[in-house]
């Protein structure tokens, strides 16, 4: 659980300095040439770390629905989303925004069963700590 909890905190501190890095190249050169940016170093990254790890096999990739191969366009229209919101309402109230919108999409993803994943019965407290998210963002702002 502690290895969970660590590489959740770097992912997350990652995504907001990619999202702040994506918006310095924008002013630079613009949003789509900055979400090509990241997407071409992350390809660099993660395919030299695929040749260092070498874990896995190339034989299971036919066993994952075309539907999934789309993960990477996801990408794309999150770190347009990202850097644009950084313009309009700054990196801390689009960071609170983005991870609220990332806990409403899952309780929808986990209610439905979408994607395969287990279905699970969203709880009150689990509502509840949404709305004081963001409750918490909402007093942040002002």
């Known amino acids: 659980m502690f290895k969970g909890i660590l590489f959740a905190l770097l992912g997350g501190a990652c995504i907001t300095l ?7 190249i924008s002013y630079d050169i613009g ?24 874990d896995g096999n190339w034989q299971g990739l036919r066993k994952v629905k075309p539907l999934y191969w789309f993960g990477g366009a996801f990408a794309s229209v999150i770190i347009f989303s990202e850097v644009t919101a950084i313009q309009y309402i700054g990196v801390t109230f689009t960071v609170s925004a983005l991870l609220i919108a990332q806990l409403c999409m ?7 069963g979408w994607f395969g994943v287990l ?6 407290p689990q509502c509840l700590g949404v709305l004081l998210m963001i409750a918490g963002v909402v007093i942040l702002k002002l």
């Open 18 to 24: 990619q999202g702040v890095a994506n918006n310095r």
């Open 31 to 54: 949003t789509w040439q900055a979400a090509t940016i990241t997407q071409l170093t992350g390809f660099i990254l993660a395919a030299l770390m695929l040749l260092i790890v070498r």
């Open 106 to 112: 899952t309780f929808v993803v986990d209610s439905n």
């Open 119 to 124: 279905r699970q019965k969203i709880t009150l």
